[in-house]
């Protein structure tokens, strides 16, 4: 996992290249000091080119991550770097390109989850993993799924074990949470508000969307932890909860 303060960044639509022209404009950008971060595990044919890049940077360093761009169009490691890249670079923008890119070719990967996490810095990193309570095994597998950055695949047994138990919170909570999406958010907001009023006795709705509110840094979240606490203050969720509350959570994804 990468660990970097990057510049805020705009999600945007098909990647191109930055031109010489461009960089050489009146409104030049500042562009950050020292080396741009790079991970220990990178599963791409151009791995040893991104690290002698990095290494040398920033010595040909955009020339050389645009044109691996172009040469690997379909490869979610090769545009998370270029994005990388071009933050380094001063080039906010046209990095948003790139990681928007990363994130559609790296769709069900953990590389998905990185390039949205750093196309949104203020939220917290990563995804928030559903983690179920009761024994069932399409939860379990959904719930190791995500934990493997494989989110597309971890809905998909969700919404399963929804199908099969429609009237199940638990079930119907996953769902919601396997939606989420930095950059369309309310295709879980959307899911877990109906779900306070179906089921508003149950602990678990209350206490993702708390999880959910507090990930994208929404105040509203302090509300929900303590519906939650009200709900049950002695079971596991609800001491989870007052753990929030009272600022002792070490920031866990769920139960």
Known sequence: MLVVVLLALAAAGTAVAVTVATRQNPDQPEAAQGKPPIGNELPTPAAA???????????????????????????????LYRGIALVWAGYPDEAAQALTK???????????????????????????????????????????????????????????????????CESQVAVAVGYF??????????????????????????????ILLAWTKQPEAVEQFKKTVALGPSTELGKLAAQVLGGKSSGGTGP
């Not at 998905?112 to 993993?129: G, K, M, N, S």
């Not at 930095?182 to 089921?199: E, H, I, V």
């Open 181 to 210: 999406d930095k950059s369309a958010l309310n295709q879980s907001f959307s899911r877990l508000g109906p779900l306070t009023r179906k089921f508003p006795k149950c602990q678990l709705v209350r206490y993702y969307l708390g």
């Open 102 to 168: 990363a994130k559609k070719v790296g769709r069900d990967t953990p590389w998905e989850v990185q390039a949205d996490t750093l196309l949104h810095p203020d939220f917290i990193e990563r995804y928030p993993t559903f983690r179920p309570i009761t024994a069932n095994p399409l939860l379990e597998a959904g719930s190791r799924l995500q934990g493997e950055g494989k989110q597309h695949s971890a809905l998909a047994k969700y919404k399963q074990a929804a199908r099969r138990a429609p009237n199940d």
């Open 49 to 79: 080119e991104i690290r002698e890049t990095f290494k040398d940077w920033p010595k040909g360093g955009i020339e050389t991550m645009e044109r691996l761009g172009r040469e690997y169009p379909k490869d979610p490691v090769v545009q």
